[in-house]
């Protein structure tokens, strides 16, 4: 069957550290893969995408790597803040012809002061 | 504000109800989804539209739950006779499909509470 897994317990680590999230997918060939983030209450917010053809991707202290041989994606967040508090969604297209966006069910990060 | 406008923010109905929620995409925008998210899950897909014409629906969503993009510009979706087990946060999403690898705008959703 087709699945998106991310670790379903919250990760729990000290300001300052990197988080480090992980997708595994099975079943899929996605074209790319995107990392959201979501507040309680609140719609999803895009922050990055990684192509099949990309192997590491960065955006300010955000770095996503992305394995087609393994068929997992890193999701790492440096120097974390308290603010980074959230929870991190994985996301892919099938890679089918329909390009529709399917999710994962998301890791909770908690960063302590 | 990510410009997806989806009303009313907020829901509650009786069981057998039937509800209708709206989404108003990033107008220039083509493509536009619809989720269904529970608490501790990601984002379930349910239904998307390129334009007006409805590209496909999940095999998870019973025939009481029929969506519509008219003109493609808004989007609505209507779930007939409500069950406890419909309660959730619907969310809209859109995006600008040029190539297969744009991201997804997401309105705030809008939560259904079935009594």
């Known amino acids: 069957s087709q699945k998106i897994e991310q670790n379903s317990e919250a990760l729990n680590i000290q300001e300052g550290k990197t988080a480090t999230l992980t997708c595994n997918y099975t079943n899929y060939s996605p074209a790319y893969l995107q990392w959201y983030r979501q507040d309680p209450g609140r719609g999803p917010v895009f922050l990055l995408l990684i192509r099949e053809n990309e192997k590491e991707k960065r955006k300010e202290r955000l770095k996503v790597t992305f394995d087609t041989t393994l068929k997992q994606s890193l999701f790492h967040i440096t120097a974390s803040q308290p603010a980074d508090s959230a929870t991190y969604l994985c996301a892919l297209d099938p890679g089918s012809s329909a390009s529709k966006i399917i999710f994962g069910s998301g890791t909770r990060l908690s960063i302590r002061p | 504000d990510t410009g997806v406008s989806q009303n009313p923010r907020h829901k509650i109905t009786k069981r057998g109800q039937n509800v209708t929620f709206r989404c108003d995409p990033i107008?220039?925008?083509?493509?536009l989804y619809w989720y269904r998210q529970t608490l501790g899950q990601g984002p379930e897909f349910l239904t998307y539209f390129q334009n007006e014409a409805q590209l496909e629906k999940s095999r998870l969503l019973s025939d009481r739950f029929s969506a519509e993009r008219p003109k493609g510009s808004f989007s609505t979706l209507e779930i007939q006779r409500t069950e406890q087990g419909d309660s959730a946060m619907y969310l809209c999403?859109?995006?600008?499909?040029?190539?297969?690898?744009?991201?997804?705008?997401f309105g705030q959703g809008t939560r259904l509470t079935v009594v």
């Open positions: 999403a859109s995006s600008l499909e040029g190539s297969r690898y744009t991201e997804a705008f």
């Open positions: 107008s220039e925008h083509n493509r």
